[in-house]
């Protein structure tokens, strides 16, 4: 699938609603260790480039992770809202976050050298590394 998908989703609380345009029906998994720390596994998430709008935004935190990134949670209820590039317009989104609907097809892993021993994905993706992801980016 290669349209876009209108995607909406809300923070256990209710506090916070975001809605966006997904770049295409594919869920991706981060396991770098920042994403397992904060989600307590691999991030799966959907990419939205640069299109979200947040409803309730005086109900975020954002939390400087990295030079280069930043992640979003709900300051009452902890949800994890989303991770994004203070540079570059890449904005993705937990898929567990959004409202049912949209027929996800997983697609991608990023950081798979990084991912540890006790756990493997079934699903046939792309896989990239670390050092492939930042060469991506320009970082």
Request: charged share 20%.
């Amino acid at each position: 699938m290669s349209q876009t998908h209108s995607i909406r989703g809300r923070c256990l609380c209710g506090a916070v609603c975001i809605r966006a345009a997904a770049k295409h029906a594919h869920v991706e998994a981060c396991h770098c260790i920042m994403c397992r720390t904060w989600s307590g596994g691999p991030l799966l998430s959907v990419e939205c480039g640069d299109s979200a709008v947040i409803d309730g935004e005086e109900h975020v935190t954002v939390y400087g992770s990295s030079d280069w990134a930043e992640r979003g949670f709900c300051s009452r209820c902890g949800t994890h809202l989303f991770y994004r590039l203070k540079r570059g317009g890449v904005f993705a989104v937990p898929v567990g976050l959004l409202e049912p609907g949209t027929p996800w097809e997983f697609t991608k892993q990023i950081f798979i050298d990084h991912r540890p021993a006790y756990y493997a994905f079934a699903n046939a993706t792309e896989q990239l590394t670390g050092e492939e992801v930042f060469a991506q980016h320009g970082a």
